[in-house]
Structures are given as structure tokens and as C-alpha cells.
T-cell receptor, first 115, second 116 residues
Framework: GAGVSQSPSNKVTEKGKDVELRCDPISGHTALYWYRQSLGQGLEFLIYFQGNSAPDKSGLPSDRFSAERTGGSVSTLTIQRTQQEDSAVYLC?????????????FGPGTRLTVL | AQKITQTQPGMFVQEKEAVTLDCTYDTSDPSYGLFWYKQPSSGEMIFLIYQGSYDQQNATEGRYSLNFQKARKSANLVISASQLGDSAMYFCAMREGLGGSYIPTFGRGTSLIVHP
């Protein structure tokens, strides 16, 4: 079956512009996660959606970052007024949603470059 | 304190030999899951293997096995018969159950290079 997909694969933007990154999770997965990975670094958690529950936004670095998930499926991560430090790979993952034993499956990521 | 610790920033191994990548974790939650992911230079995170805190036996998936020592809180990944394609970053992660937020915590990763 289809895995997690993300678009665009690469995005180059100018400082101060807004960007939208899209994630299509695996069909039937109720949990969706966004992470950020700077060059040579580990994964930084951003936001977590689980079913119809309020999202866990505890990892969002500033109010310039927001995300929504429509219809319990596709998610969009929006970064307003981009800064150069926002340059990173943004990874999306999905899982069935059950705790602890649940395995996350990742998309290929979106590489964001802010000039 | 870090929840996941990977102490080896880089490892080198000869092709066809076995290699162990270290991972220690810290939790007081009795229910948790441990995961290993591979990230090749292409950037995608590939799930390798999972071990549950209540599992009695070490997990195995093909050439990958997880050396789970619960009392020592370690979950080392063993790759047998290394191949050139195994060269990548490897991340250990933990997801806590009952008392946790269900958001996995990732280690900083270990870079593995397989020499021919």
C-alpha cells in the first residue's frame, strides 16, 4: 500500500515569505506527527495530531508555526514570515495511534531552504 | 536527563562483519516501546525494528536484532553481515505508554560507515 507522502520535496523561499508543507498519511492511520531535522541533527518534535483530539502543539518553536489536519487525514504545516533558521528538513510521520507499541512510518520529507 | 542516549556519534565496520549500535534509555513508565530507524543519505527515515517493554524475547528482523537488557535500560541494535548499503545514520527512539504523551523521543543518532 501507499506510504506517507509529502509535498513539495524541496522548497526554496525568501526570508519573510509564508510557506505551506503538506503531508498525506497512510490510510487508516489516526496519528500524525511533524518533526524538524536541521543539518546533521536529530529529530525535533513539532506537533502531534491524534484522531479528533486537540493537537499537541508543545514542540512548535514560535507562533509563526501552525498546523492543521483536515478530515482526520491530510495535514498542512504553515510557517509564516520565514527566517533563515527555519531552513531544515521537515518530516511527517503517521501511525495507527495506539500507545507505546505503535510504530511511526515517515514520509520522505520536505527540504526547506530560506534565503 | 536525556531519555534516549546514543553515545557513538560514528562507527566504522568492515563489510560482512557484525556491528552493535548502542542505545540507553531512561523512563519510569512500565509500558514503553523502543524503535530503531535508519536514515540513509536520501533523508527518509526507515523503520527497522521494535521492542516492547513487556516482550520476553529480543526482537529480530532479518539481519537486525535488538539486544534488549531491561534492567540496564539498554536497547542495542545489532546488524549482522554488514552490507555497503547499511551505511547511514541510525536513530534509537522510545515511546512511553501509560504515563507518557505518546510522542516518541529520538536519540541524536549514530553514523555507520561500512567499508568494503
Amino acid at each position: 500500500g501507499a506510504g506517507v507522502s509529502q509535498s513539495p520535496s524541496n522548497k526554496v523561499t525568501e526570508k519573510g515569505k509564508d510557506v505551506e508543507l503538506r503531508c498525506d498519511p497512510i490510510s487508516g492511520h489516526t496519528a500524525l506527527y511533524w518533526y524538524r531535522q536541521s543539518l546533521g541533527q536529530g529529530l525535533e518534535f513539532l506537533i502531534y495530531f491524534q484522531g479528533n483530539s486537540a493537537p499537541d502543539k508543545s514542540g512548535l518553536p514560535s507562533d509563526r508555526f501552525s498546523a492543521e489536519r483536515t478530515g482526520g487525514s491530510v495535514s498542512t504545516l504553515t510557517i509564516q514570515r520565514t527566517q533563515q533558521e527555519d531552513s531544515a528538513v521537515y518530516l511527517c510521520a503517521s501511525s495507527h495511534g495506539t500507545p507505546a507499541t505503535d510504530t511511526q512510518y515517515f514520509g520522505p520529507g520536505t527540504r526547506l531552504t530560506v534565503l | 536527563a536525556q531519555k534516549i542516549t546514543q553515545t557513538q556519534p560514528g562507527m566504522f565496520v568492515q563489510e560482512k562483519e557484525a556491528v552493535t549500535l548502542d542505545c540507553t534509555y531512561d523512563t519510569s513508565d512500565p509500558s514503553y516501546g523502543l524503535f530503531w530507524y535508519k536514515q540513509p543519505s536520501s533523508g527518509e527515515m526507515i523503520f527497522l525494528i521494535y521492542q516492547g517493554s513487556y516482550d520476553q524475547q529480543n526482537a529480530t528482523e532479518g539481519r537486525y536484532s535488538l539486544n534488549f537488557q531491561k534492567a540496564r535500560k539498554s536497547a542495542n541494535l545489532v546488524i549482522s553481515a554488514s552490507q555497503l548499503g547499511d551505511s547511514a545514520m541510525y536513530f534509537c527512539a522510545m515511546r512511553e505508554g501509560l504515563g507518557g504523551s505518546y510522542i516518541p523521543t529520538f536519540g541524536r543518532g549514530t553514523s555507520l560507515i561500512v567499508h568494503p
